[in-house]
Each structure stands twice: as C-alpha cells, then as structure tokens.
Nanobody, 121 residues
Framework: QAQLVESGGGLVQAGGSLRLSCAASGSIFSINEMGWYRQAPGKQRELVAAITRGGSTNYASSVKGRFAISRDNAKKMVYLQMNSLKPEDTAVYYC???????????????WGQGTQVTVSS
C-alpha cells in the first residue's frame, strides 16, 4: 500500500554534513509521526530524531545540536540535516513513518530500506 524511500547517504569526513531525505508514496491518507533511526554494526537500532505532524521534534541526546529533522507534509517527505558528523554516527539510517489509509484507520508503521552513512576520521 505504501513505501518509504531514503536518499542522501554516503561517505563524509568527520566534521562534514549530509542531508537525508525520505519520500513516502502510495495510497496514503495521512502521515502521523515520522522519524529517523540508525543501526550500527553489532548494535541495536536506535531512534535518532522524530517529528510529529504538527512539527514537534524529539532527538537522541547524542545528536542534539548537530542534527535537525524537518518534514514537508504536502510532499510527504521527511529530512534529516546532519552537521558536525562524527565517526560514531556511522550507521545505516532508516526512515520510519506512521501511515493511515483512511479516515478511520489506525496508523501502521512503515520502514524504508535504509541508507548507509559513513563518517571517516
């Protein structure tokens, strides 16, 4: 019914910046919370940042002040601006969104396929 597609990952030197984008498509009625998660090798997936439909944000303490999440409701997109990147930010970054498909349907959590971010020291 829907899919999330991330883009913008890559290799960057420590101190550099990257901007991730995630586009939602399909028969979507509305999008509630959207977020970015990451998973480093050998570690559990963790929340990086989340944003509500109204624009309220929440960040992991490790990225506060360096990363900024934003969304464009009309385009069904969410972004993650990552500045002052550190080697420990290296991970696969996943987009997630709570989607509904009708006026009375409950939200269903969808995930993107992930995009690799590698920060070299």
């Amino acid at each position: 019914q829907a899919q999330l597609v991330e883009s913008g990952g890559g290799l960057v030197q420590a101190g550099g910046s990257l901007r991730l984008s995630c586009a939602a498509s399909g028969s979507i009625f509305s999008i509630n919370e959207m977020g970015w998660y990451r998973q480093a090798p050998g570690k559990q997936r963790e929340l990086v940042a989340a944003i509500t439909r109204g624009g309220s944000t929440n960040y992991a303490s490790s990225v506060k002040g360096r990363f900024a999440i934003s969304r464009d409701n009309a385009k069904k997109m969410v972004y993650l601006q990552m500045n002052s990147l550190k080697p420990e930010d290296t991970a696969v970054y996943y987009c997630a969104a709570d989607l509904t498909f009708g006026t009375s349907s409950k939200g269903i959590n969808y995930w993107g396929q992930g995009t690799q971010v590698t920060v070299s020291s």
